[in-house]
């Protein structure tokens, strides 16, 4: 699914291209960009989150891509192949897998469209275009978890969302924001369980609990936020995933 969504991203000019790919042996090769990263602040700044924004809908309007990224059925993975290695499941998952589905209904079914699902900042870099690298998690979702998931990890603002949903959409529309913001819930959600199962499958020297804390934190944070509340009781949250 990796090398399928960086070719695509490349044929679109929003990647690097991919010039060779091993799948038994587990090894992808992409060209080296000659760019430079984007600081947080500067992904604020209304020109470059155009460009971003531009980007990211380049990729959501291409060719549909192989895989499925659906980020109810990743944390529940996550939760079994944790389990599986014997890893103890924090006892915030409960609660926050009901305010999940209370999400999912809010927002009804949703189009799926070619998604990175990893927007970290560290992902981005700026060579006169902006390219986005590392597509591992890439999949067909809901382009409305990859607004939060760049939203979430850039620490944007209610206001900054608004710029990016008007860069990306033409327009700002109280339903998208609605919906980017209920997602930002999932992206803290995906990233925490991401952490609880990396403590028990990785080698790496690296605090993966803490990882997952953190996440759970600004997770538990977002929840208790009486706007989110209202947010998850909304009417538009239901149409959000129908704009063009």
Request: net charge negative; hydrophobic share 45%.
């Amino acid at each position: 699914m990796e090398y399928a969504a960086g070719k695509r991203a490349f044929e679109v000019g929003v990647g690097p291209e991919v010039t060779a790919f091993a799948p038994d042996e587990g090894w992808l090769v992409a060209r080296f960009v000659e760019g430079r990263p984007i600081t947080l602040e500067e992904m604020r700044q209304p020109e470059t989150l155009g460009r971003v924004a531009g980007a990211l809908r380049k990729f959501h309007e291409a060719a549909p891509i192989p895989g499925r990224f659906d980020a109810w059925t990743v944390v529940d993975d996550y939760r079994a192949a944790a389990e599986a290695h014997q890893v103890a499941i924090p006892s915030q998952f409960t609660a926050a897998r009901e305010i999940a589905e209370r999400i999912r209904s809010a927002r009804g079914p949703q189009s799926l469209v070619p998604c990175h699902n990893d927007l970290l900042n560290a992902n981005f870099l700026d060579d006169g275009l902006v390219r986005i690298v590392d597509w591992e998690y890439a999949g067909m979702g809901d382009r409305f978890f990859d607004l939060a998931n760049f939203s979430v990890n850039h620490e944007f603002g209610v206001e900054d969302d608004r710029r990016l949903l008007g860069a990306y959409f033409g327009t700002e529309r109280e339903s998208d924001l609605t919906s980017l913001r209920l997602m930002r819930f999932m992206s803290d959600f995906r990233e925490a369980m991401w952490g609880v199962l990396q403590s028990g499958i990785s080698e790496l020297d690296f605090d993966f609990e803490g990882y997952a804390a953190k996440h759970f934190a600004r997770m538990e944070a977002t929840a208790s936020d009486p706007v989110f509340a209202a947010y998850l009781r909304g009417p538009s949250a239901g149409f959000a995933g129908t704009s063009p």
